[in-house]
């Protein structure tokens, strides 16, 4: 009798649940519904990329699922959501996806409206190059040179206000469009975050290769509601777990490590 | 609140689309007009060739030409329109690159425009000047063209419009115009992506609505009666 109402109690606050999840947090839909919704880019190797077949993969699906994992959500539960840049402060605050694994760097700007848990990897911005190529050593070496980067992203601006003078600036809609037109020749060297080129001379191996250290560094952090503090420290405490584990290591060595990329130590976890 | 907008070059911006618009229409104006006389023309190859053009080209979306004059013209088959050892070589090239993707994607609206302008022509016209002994151009440059381009000034006018609106399309290919900015401005300021959309798009509408009434003016003034 006691199990009959019991279950009974379940299924009314489930209903609740659908009703006004909203004013749920994450960590408690997560335990209840079994499921969470989460943003990814579909477009970068390595890192989120939707495959032919439709199952993502990369390095930030691998943080995503261990993150609903730690949640009590397994995979089957998850629905992916395609989190492009211009959208992803508009996906988490309307509710559209609970969190956000997308090379989403932690800025203070973005603070204002949402909320962060990480870092869960510290990038910088790298150089690609052709494998062949010899006279790009670095981000010193690129007077005259032909850059190319994403139309209005951060990397192409600090080209812009840094090397412009000397290095001309292609900028297209997409990262494959610079890494075709590396291909073909008609630039001579791609330019954002290290780990994403990483990712794509992953997927062609012996085409490219990564010059010159770091310039900059960018935080990337999971992305989620602003005043959801519980589910920040529960995202922030996967995070520091699947670093210390092995699976973060493991992960990058299997999606950006046929590129050469020196894999890092993982950096501590600030924002919890 | 504002306060933002004095950080980027707004006006600059919009100078490139508008040198982008200007340059591209005059482009398409005379393409488009060699295209229209190709269609009427008595020689069939002629006129085989600008059906074939205009149904191509025109039914290809936009951001495909475009793309296609970056990637596939410039990068792949190294048909540049700019020197290449030139300081500036991507902004030219990309540039004059668009301005050639919109002159062949608008001269085909210009085509069919001036087409249903010359059908308005009544016929005994032409026949009256063959009669006359003037030869096919010279009855299109004389008698025709002038008549059709009369009473085709509101179609034309909206064509100007829908051009002006396609140059956001040359941000894919990286050319520093008003779109091109106004991502940049989503990825910095997306505290206030509302304004930054209202912005731009009173900017857009302060270049075609003029454009839009001053033509519908002209229309009305030169418009041939019948």
Redesign the interface.
């Known amino acids: 009798m006691s199990a009959v109402v019991a279950v009974a109690g379940l299924t009314l606050a489930a209903c609740g649940g659908g009703e006004d999840s909203g004013s749920k947090n994450l960590v408690a839909r997560a335990k209840e519904d079994k499921k969470v919704t989460i943003g990814i880019k579909f477009d970068q190797p390595g890192l989120g990329l939707q495959t032919q077949a439709g199952k993502p993969e990369g390095f930030d699906v691998d943080v995503a699922k261990y993150i609903a994992k730690e949640l009590g959500v397994d995979e089957a539960g998850i629905t992916w959501k395609e989190a492009q840049?211009?959208e992803?402060?508009?996906l988490i605050e309307k509710g559209d996806v609970d969190f956000i694994v997308a090379t989403y760097s932690i800025t203070d700007?973005?603070k204002?409206?949402v909320a962060f848990a990480g870092p869960y990897f510290v990038a910088g911005q790298g150089l690609l190059v052709r494998a062949d190529n010899t006279d790009i050593t670095g981000n010193t070496a690129l007077n005259?040179k032909?850059l190319c980067s994403v139309?209005?992203?951060?990397p192409?601006?600090k080209i812009k206000d840094e090397f412009s003078k000397e290095a001309?600036?292609?900028?297209?809609?997409k990262y494959s469009?610079c890494i075709?037109?590396l291909e073909?020749?008609?630039?001579d060297a791609v330019t954002t975050d290290d780990v994403i080129l990483a990712g794509f001379a992953a997927k062609n191996p012996g085409k490219f290769k990564l010059v010159g250290d770091a310039f900059s560094k960018e935080n990337y952090g999971v992305g989620l509601k602003k005043d959801d503090a519980e589910s920040r420290t529960a995202i922030a405490n996967a995070i520091t777990k699947m670093q210390t584990d092995g699976a973060w290591k493991a992960s990058l060595e299997s999606n950006v490590g046929p590129s050469g990329y020196k894999i890092p130590e993982p950096s501590p976890v600030t924002e919890k | 609140m504002f306060d933002f907008l004095g950080e980027y070059d707004i006006l600059g911006a919009f100078w490139m689309t508008i040198q982008l618009a200007v340059l591209s229409a005059v482009g398409s104006l005379i393409w488009g007009t060699i295209l229209a006389g190709m269609r009427v023309s008595p020689v069939p190859i002629m006129r085989g060739f600008g059906t074939a053009y205009v149904n191509v080209v025109r039914n290809t979306p936009l951001t495909v030409l475009i793309f296609f004059c970056s990637i596939g013209l410039a990068s792949t088959l190294n048909f540049n329109l700019a020197a290449t050892d030139s300081p500036s070589f991507i902004v030219d090239n990309n540039f004059r690159l668009a301005v050639l993707g919109f002159v062949l994607y608008t001269s085909t609206f210009v085509c069919e425009s001036l087409r249903s302008g010359i059908n308005t022509v009544p016929v005994g016209q032409a026949e009256a000047a063959r009669a006359l002994g003037l030869g096919f151009t010279q009855v299109l440059r004389i008698i025709v063209l002038p008549q059709a381009f009369r009473s085709v000034i509101a179609p034309l006018a909206s064509v100007l419009i829908a051009l002006i609106k396609n140059t956001t399309v040359a941000s894919v290919i990286g050319v520093a115009e008003a779109s091109l900015l106004m991502s940049e401005m989503i990825e910095n300021e997306s505290d206030a992506i509302i304004l930054v959309f209202a912005v731009f798009a009173l900017g857009f509408v302060l270049l075609t609505l003029p454009v839009g009434l001053l033509l519908g003016w002209v229309a009305k003034k030169v418009a041939v009666k019948r």
């Open positions: 840049s211009a992803r402060e508009n700007k973005r204002e409206k005259g032909k139309k209005g992203s951060t192409a601006q001309q600036l292609q900028e297209f809609g469009d075709t037109a073909n020749g008609s630039i």
